[in-house]
């Protein structure tokens, strides 16, 4: 069973910035793509980020100009950059991995929380 592990979250102030990482237990390259995923207390999940195993990247409007996603295949992590938090990106942060696209993902991480302050 493959495992998808987070870390990187926390506190933080506004305009602050955190790298997320999410280990995996084989190699990412087994996947078609991984990605970030979000939920905040009473909404959705939602996709923030995504990479294809060819570096192709799709970023939610909201991530636009501040996130970067990225891989190290040798260390099969995968990492989220977020600069100039917001309040508003207060949430449970998900690493996900799939093997087929556009299926629904397939593994899933336990999640890491990031809070930023106003």
């Known amino acids: 069973q493959v495992q998808l592990v987070e870390s990187g979250g926390g506190l933080v102030q506004a305009g602050g910035s955190l790298r997320l990482s999410c280990a995996a237990s084989e190699s990412i390259f087994s996947f078609n793509d991984m990605g970030w995923y979000r939920q905040a207390p009473g909404k959705e999940r939602e996709l923030v980020v995504r990479?294809?195993?060819?570096?192709?990247?799709y970023y939610a409007d909201s991530a636009k100009g501040r996130f970067t996603i990225s891989r190290d295949n040798a260390r099969n992590t995968l990492y989220l950059q977020m600069n100039s938090l917001k309040p508003e990106d207060t949430a449970m942060y998900y690493c996900a991995a799939r093997r087929l696209a556009p299926t629904t993902y397939d593994y899933w991480g336990q999640g890491t929380q990031v809070t930023v302050s106003s």
């Open positions: 990479i294809s195993n060819g570096d192709s990247t």
